[in-house]
């Protein structure tokens, strides 16, 4: 009934057309891959109506291109079996908005998801070590993604042209960012690079007009000239004195924020313990119920005012960029306020 399959290999899909003319098949239902099959093949959808699929647990490869060009494609869930996403896979489902990729899923192929200019969520797997080249190429819808800690390396061009891109979480365990990695991410506004990477390539974020403020830690001892582009915006950079980021920096006139500020922030009041720029955590001071968040401070961090129950309120300054997740934990569960210095 529209599949041709050998041996639970789904090799070729009949064309969505010839399916509703013989009544099997009302396009926009949802279109379920019979549960003996175990592999999609190489273009078995490639250019196909379909709008929205289900693949059962058993499925466990999706093949190159498998489908590729399928112009109404809008959803496919893809079910825990899955461990391999074939290159091209999804290149130009442009109407395909969002995606979950399991975590048994270990390796996704290079450009497997490139053009699907209205992807808006995805979801990585927590087994994926690397983010192949032009993965996400020009997903020209997509705001946000948080890289799970499996990833080691992001490769050439993955986020290539991603123009909606306004919030990228690393996680610890990165090493390498490739060439050309977000490059042309126009609303992207700043990246903090963890402390596991030691190497930033060519033209990496080159394009990121609105880049303004990067965290580089001292374990990158790779930074290309040109990681940044030759035309970048960036204000502040924060670091340790003398490493590769510190000098580049330096070389390019460019505000740097070093230990020695992160310690006469700290000197301010020792119940803060900031570094880099980053806020990581209070220290609940006894009968104090009313605190103002030093300034110098680029980032609040995640749980930063956990158990903090006592707080009442927090003014935070205006140079505060951005406010990591639960960092208000304590306004939460004692109703304190955090409120801008304005």
Known sequence: MGFKTKNGVL???????????????????TLAVPKNITQIADEAFTMTAVS???????????????????????????????????PYAFDGCHVLHDIRIPDTCHSVGMWAFCNCSALRTVQLSNSVENIERGTFYGCLQLASITIPGSVQHIDARAFYACTSLESVTLSKGLRSIGREAFAGCSE???????????????????????????????????LHPYAFGSDFNIRVITTTTGSVAYMFAQ???????????????????PSFYIEYGILKKYAQEPNIRDIMIPEGVLRIGNHSFEQNKQLVSVVIPEGVIEIGNYASTAAATSSASISPLR
């Open 52 to 86: 929205s699929v289900f693949l059962p647990p058993s499925v466990t490869t999706i093949g190159e291109k498998a489908f590729a060009l399928c112009a109404d494609l809008e959803s496919i869930e893809l079910s825990s079996g899955i461990s391999t996403i074939g």
């Open 11 to 29: 090799l070729k899909y009949e064309e969505a057309g010839t399916l509703e003319r013989l009544g099997i098949r009302k396009k926009g239902e």
């Open 188 to 222: 992207l506004k700043q990246i903090f690079i963890p402390e596991t990477v030691t190497e930033i390539c060519e033209d990496a974020f080159a394009g990121c007009t609105e880049l303004k403020t990067v965290i580089i830690p001292p374990s990158v001892t790779k």
């Open 251 to 269: 070389e390019h006139g460019i505000m740097c924020y070093t230990e020695k500020e992160a310690a006469l922030l700290r000197g301010v009041n």
